[in-house]
């Protein structure tokens, strides 16, 4: 998720408030640890917005489109572990191209968040030293700026690589598997701009420590479309 003017403006009211430096969190409505400007403080969970409720959301069948086939065998391999499995010569399209709704425009597919704690000066010169290799080792990557702050939902620093094929994908997310170091990665997909709070929760994918994010911009981006939409009806009876 890129910090766009309009987001900016939106979150701008809180970033001063946001943690600067997590050290701890454990599950929800356990303490939370973190500090700024030298002041520790102590919190709960439940008083940051970090995870939607995953039955907020339905989810079709994984077997959609492959009803009423015969049924699969339990025949194993020659390891006598693994099953076989019906074969049929044609890969994957998602080889080639992402499954919609994944977006295929300039946005890219995939937003790669890699996270520094930027008071910790360890974890910013490695990350610093990630940032320069991964732009000369995947200059085709979209890259964006090392931040040194807080910004949008991320309660850290952060910088932002984009990913548009599944080559790249394959590519790259192994490789920073092993490359990231003590970092942690988000890795969260682009579909439409009214599931940007499901993208960033319940279809995400970390690696290393799970930082909780703030999700309240989220909302303020929706009671803003909702207003839009409402100043507009408006508009639109007025002039009938």
């Known amino acids: 998720m890129r910090l766009t003017p309009r987001l900016a403006g939106l979150f701008c009211a809180n970033i001063s408030s946001h943690a600067t430096h997590p050290l701890s969190y454990s599950s929800i409505n356990q303490p ?35 009803e009423n086939l015969e049924p699969l065998s ?8 693994s099953l076989k499995n019906p074969q049929h010569g044609v890969l994957s399209k998602a080889y080639e191209e992402f499954p919609d709704p994944l977006a295929k425009d300039r946005r890219g597919g995939f937003d790669i968040h890699i996270y520094h704690f930027q008071n910790n000066p360890d974890q910013v010169a490695y990350a610093r030293a990630l940032w320069e290799r991964i732009r000369r080792e995947f200059p085709e990557l979209r ?17 932002e690589v984009n990913i548009f094929t ?38 995400a ?3 290393g420590d799970r930082i ?9 981006m929706k009671e ?4 839009k939409e409402e100043e507009a009806e408006k508009a639109k009876t007025g002039r009938l």
């Open 74 to 81: 339990e025949e194993r391999n020659e390891d006598g572990k």
């Open 143 to 159: 890259i964006y700026t090392f931040w040194d702050k807080p910004v949008g939902p991320h309660p850290v620093a952060m910088f």
């Open 205 to 207: 994918t970390w690696m």
């Open 32 to 66: 939370f640890q973190f500090h700024t400007r030298g002041s520790y403080h102590r919190v709960y969970h439940s008083s940051i917005p970090t995870m939607t409720d995953q039955f907020a959301f339905s989810y079709p069948s994984p077997l959609e489109g492959y």
């Open 166 to 203: 599944p080559a790249q994908f394959g590519a790259f997310i192994p490789w920073l598997v092993i490359n990231r170091g003590p970092l942690s990665v988000l890795v969260h997909p682009n579909t439409l701009e009214s599931e940007d709070e499901q993208n960033h929760t319940q279809r």
């Open 212 to 220: 909780p994010l703030d999700l309240r911009i989220f909302k303020l």
């Open 224 to 227: 803003a479309e909702k207003k």
